[in-house]
Nanobody, 118 residues
Framework: QVQLVESGGGLVQPGGSLRLSCAAS????????MGWYRQAPGKQRELVAAIHNNGYTNSADSVKGRFTISRDNAKNTVYLQMNSLKPEDSAVYYC????????????WGQGTQVTVSS
């Protein structure tokens, strides 16, 4: 059974930092590209950042220079370091795993709430 378990969300003041973690089980982690998505109320889910199994990363323009995605294949975990947080970063953040060769093998975590407010 595949599980993606996010942690690290919470309430933070503008300008603050949070680190999200996503622990994966039930998959061969090194064969998956990992990503973080977010969805704010009334908006579509959007890609925040992704890291491929070869370490290549990409991120949304809105978070460039502030958010950093990384992975630890030994721990089957992907991270999202979020700095200089803004109120518009408030959303539910979801972890995504996408097999590098099989499109049908895609999995989602349950989401973790991030709220940026003073």
């Amino acid at each position: 059974q595949v599980q993606l378990v996010e942690s690290g969300g919470g309430l933070v003041q503008p300008g603050g930092s949070l680190r999200l973690s996503c622990a994966a089980s039930g998959i061969i982690f090194r064969l998956y590209a990992m990503g973080w998505y977010r969805q704010a109320p009334g908006k579509q889910r959007e890609l925040v950042a992704a890291i491929h199994n070869n370490g290549y990363t990409n991120s949304a323009d809105s978070v460039k220079g502030r958010f950093t995605i990384s992975r630890d294949n030994a721990k089957n975990t992907v991270y999202l370091q979020m700095n200089s947080l803004k109120p518009e970063d408030s959303a539910v953040y979801y972890c995504n795993a996408h097999h590098i060769a099989t499109a049908a093998r895609e999995y989602w975590g349950q989401g973790t709430q991030v709220t940026v407010s003073s």
